[in-house]
């Protein structure tokens, strides 16, 4: 069985910076597509940041600009650096991957999740 165990978040004032970490684990053959999606209350899931095995990103409209995907291959990791935070980015923040893993085969796997919060 294969985990996806993410850290970084916390409580940080408008304007301020984080960084997320999510870290696959277990017999993983490949790591495909990576992604962050966050969710606040009463709201529902949406894409923040993606990024291909190959490198390509994709982001949000809304986070365009502040935040950064990366992903290192040796390590099976993605990070989400995030700049000039806004009381709007406030959410659970989940790392999502697609997976090609020993005895499972390919699914989408997703983190426990890690609060951050913007605000004054």
């Known amino acids: 069985q294969v985990q996806l165990v993410e850290s970084g978040g916390g409580l940080v004032q408008p304007g301020g910076s984080l960084r997320l970490s999510c870290a696959a684990s277990?017999?993983?053959?490949?790591?495909?597509?990576m992604g962050w999606y966050r969710q606040a209350p009463g709201k529902e899931r949406e894409l923040v940041a993606s990024?291909?095995?190959?490198?390509?990103?994709d982001y949000a409209d809304s986070v365009k600009g502040r935040f950064t995907i990366s992903r290192d291959n040796a390590l099976n990791t993605v990070y989400l650096q995030m700049n000039s935070l806004k009381p709007e980015d406030t959410a659970v923040y989940y790392c999502n991957a697609l997976m090609l893993a020993v005895g499972d085969g390919r699914g989408s796997y997703w983190g426990q999740g890690t609060q951050v919060t913007v605000s004054s």
């Open positions: 990024i291909t095995g190959g490198g390509r990103t």
């Open positions: 277990g017999s993983i053959f490949s790591v495909d597509s």
